[in-house]
């Protein structure tokens, strides 16, 4: 079965939607200030936790999950990091068309660097975009 026109259409518009915001939350990431002076470390149990709490309505409603696979400890200005994280997982419940949306969080360490993933099982975006 092939969606009919107007399913396509909405389909295109939300997958328009999304990477517009993913768009808009990567260049939110770009601008962050990150100076050292104003480095904290920032638990990311204690941030998810601190997620979780803003987004609850969202995350009721939809019924999703967040799986937190590796507890590490962030560096960086916490209202900057939250936003991110916040803005990130938003998006990941909220275009999600499954009916039970789970965003997975992940982090390795490489090097001096913690690199952090955020995942969902929603529609997603094609590699080459």
Do not use: W
């Not at 770009?30 to 470390?41: H, L």
């Not at 937190?68 to 400890?73: D, E, G, P």
Request: aromatic share 8%.
């Amino acid at each position: 079965l092939f969606p009919s026109h107007d399913t396509g259409r909405l389909l295109l518009k939300e997958s328009s939607e999304r990477m517009y915001n993913l768009v808009n939350d990567l260049l939110l990431f770009t601008k962050m200030d990150f100076k050292r002076s104003n480095a904290e470390p920032i638990p990311m149990l204690d941030l998810i936790e601190d997620v979780k709490k803003i987004l609850m309505q969202v995350i009721t409603e939809k019924k999703a999950t967040i799986e937190l696979r590796s507890i590490h400890t962030l560096l960086g200005e916490k209202f900057q990091i939250l936003q991110l994280f916040q803005n990130l997982i938003f998006n990941g419940i909220h275009y999600n068309r499954s009916e039970h949306p789970k965003i997975v969080i992940n982090a390795v360490e490489e090097e001096d660097f913690l690199i952090c993933s955020i995942s969902d099982n929603g529609i997603g975006i094609e590699e080459e975009y």
